[in-house]
């Protein structure tokens, strides 16, 4: 009788941790949530690239994560002029922009968050 007990307890917690694995797969996973899924993303409304005359490329340092990645790009895409692309590897964010941009202009997103812009670089 016991060893049945210790089974079932073995297996409940087996399938709690593949369905705790299951939800991490499904949703990206993130160090940023706190256990939490990760935020939901502010899609740019105007994906026509030749309503974006400028292009940036940000040095962004903090970003360790799917979640982090999307953070950068949500506090960039919710001004509503500008589509970011982050990449992670390369710790950089790639910035459409309607409007030219300058340091304090970028710093203002940056505000609210944890990451540290550390370079701006306008691409021809």
Known sequence: MGNVIISLVLLLLIAVAFAHIIKIVKTGGSCCGS???MAPKIKVAD?????YPYKYRLKVEGMVCAGCVRNVENAINSDGE???VADLGKKEVRVLAKRKMGLDDFLKLFEKTHYTLSDIEHIS
């Open 47 to 51: 994906r026509d690239k030749t309503h």
């Open 82 to 84: 500008l589509w970011a």
């Open 35 to 37: 256990g939490s899924d």
